[in-house]
């Protein structure tokens, strides 16, 4: 080797790489798009886990059923009529 100089690897561009690091607009939308996954797959995530610790909590204490008056469970024939 000639000592002083260093060799040019093709991994690392030549070129200043400060003149290029703006992100053009189709990158900064699909940077935000992909941020507001990780936030929704976050909150999705902390609710399974919620309905996990306490499965009884998030189910309504009512029936289907309670709130029919002057049909008895399970007869819909001519309810419309």
């Not at 029936?63 to 002057?70: C, M, R, V």
């Amino acid at each position: 080797m000639d000592g002083g100089q260093p060799v040019p690897s093709p991994l690392v561009p030549l070129e200043d790489v400060s003149a290029d690091s703006s992100m053009s607009l189709e990158q900064k939308t699909t940077f935000v798009f992909v941020i507001l996954l990780f936030i929704f797959l976050g909150i999705l995530i902390v609710r399974c886990f919620r309905i996990l610790l306490d499965p009884y909590r998030s189910m309504p204490t009512s029936t289907w059923a309670d709130g029919l008056e002057g049909l008895e469970k399970g007869q819909f024939d001519h309810a419309l009529a």
